[in-house]
C-alpha cells in the first residue's frame, strides 16, 4: 500500500512540474532527478538498502520549494511521509 500510494504522489509531481514548472532550470532538473531517484529506489524495494540521503533530497526540496511552490512542497512533504512508512 505505502508503494503504491508513493507512486500516485510522483504522478501528482510530476504533473504539477508540467502544469506549473520552476522558473529556473536548475530547479527543474533536480526536482525531476529526485523523481529518478525516488522511482529507482521503488524499482529496488526490498532487494537493496535503503537510501536515507533519499529523504534528506526530498527534505531540502520541501525547503526549498516551500515559498515559490506551496503545492509542490505539500507533494514532496507526502512523499517524504510515504518513504518513512516504508522504512527508507
Do not use: C, W, Y
Not at 12 to 18: A, C, G, I, M, R
Not at 33 to 40: K, N, V
Not at 58 to 65: C, D, G, K
Amino acid at each position: 500500500m505505502p508503494a503504491s500510494r508513493l507512486q500516485q504522489e510522483l504522478i501528482e509531481l510530476q504533473h504539477q512540474l508540467k502544469t506549473s514548472p520552476p522558473e529556473s532550470e536548475e530547479d527543474r532538473a533536480s526536482l525531476e532527478l529526485l523523481i529518478r531517484d525516488i522511482e529507482l529506489q521503488l524499482a529496488h524495494e526490498g532487494s537493496t538498502k535503503p537510501d536515507s540521503n533519499l529523504v534528506d533530497g526530498v527534505n531540502l526540496a520541501v525547503e526549498r520549494f516551500e515559498v515559490s511552490h506551496p503545492r509542490v512542497a505539500n507533494t514532496l512533504r507526502s512523499i517524504m511521509h510515504s518513504l518513512a512508512s516504508m522504512g527508507i
